[in-house]
């Protein structure tokens, strides 16, 4: 069986290579140095490897990945999933690939055929404990949604929560294994909705569109209308409207 797989370039630290023979001199300016690259390689779909490795299915294994750690605006939420390989939803992969509806018939169909757990962690847990923390503390509230606790978590990202199950890190995770992208479309499906419904308290600030991100129409938005209590004051950007700079 031919799998195809795509180059995903991540830069790592400059490599200095010793020439062979010593150049001449030269008074010409120094070009950059080369930089060597190193590369992870990617299925064109997420697979169900990282699962049986860690003893699927006959092991319960959960994948969990979170949703909206970039925004100004909302919650962080987190989606934890222990998939069906007999059951398995046609399409699955990172939510960042689908689209809205695509997500949404994944979803549904995930609720139907998998164990879904979702976690959230509020704006005012994200100002208190700060977005890296309230991430985990999602994840962790993911997985203790579960129905049946797993006997093992594949994490998306290079983080482990604190929690007692044993875990593994897994950058690119979402790409890379089923059940984290699974968990992937829980979490962004659940947040997207999220957002939606505070659209309509807040209709003039688009959050149904730009979901909380940083965009020019929130920007915008906030310039003229002010912060809302679902808007992060912690975030620079809404710290920095709250509390301007005295002029000099």
């Known amino acids: 069986m031919e799998i195809c797989v795509a180059l995903v370039p991540i830069c790592i630290d400059d490599i200095v290579l010793a020439p062979r023979h010593t150049p001449p001199m030269s008074t010409a300016p120094k070009s950059p140095r080369p930089r060597r690259v190193a590369s992870i390689l990617l299925p064109l779909a997420p697979d169900y490897s990282f699962e049986t490795e860690h003893g699927a299915p006959a092991t319960r294994v959960c994948g969990i990945d979170e949703a909206g750690r970039g925004p100004l605006a909302g919650p962080v939420v987190a989606g934890a999933a222990v998939i069906d390989m007999a059951r398995l939803p046609q399409g699955l992969n990172d939510s960042k690939k689908l689209t809205h509806k695509k997500r949404e018939q994944l979803f549904s169909e995930l609720m139907d055929t998998a164990d879904i757990g979702i976690g959230i962690a509020s704006v005012e847990e994200i100002d208190e404990i700060n977005i890296l923390q309230a991430t985990m503390l999602a994840m962790t509230r993911a997985l203790a949604a579960l129905a049946t606790p797993p006997a093992f978590a594949l994490i998306d990202g290079n983080r482990i929560p604190k929690f007692t199950t044993p875990a593994r890190a897994i950058v690119k995770g ?40 940083g965009t020019a129409m929130h920007l915008n938005a906030l310039a003229r209308l002010g912060v809302t209590p679902h808007h992060r004051r912690s975030f620079a950007p809404v710290r920095k409207m709250l509390s301007p700079a005295i002029p000099k």
């Open 174 to 213: 979402d790409a890379r294994v089923l059940s984290i992208a699974a968990a992937s479309i829980a979490a962004k499906v659940t947040r997207d909705r999220i957002m939606c419904e505070m659209a309509l308290t807040h209709p003039d600030y688009g959050f149904e569109k730009h979901m909380g991100y």
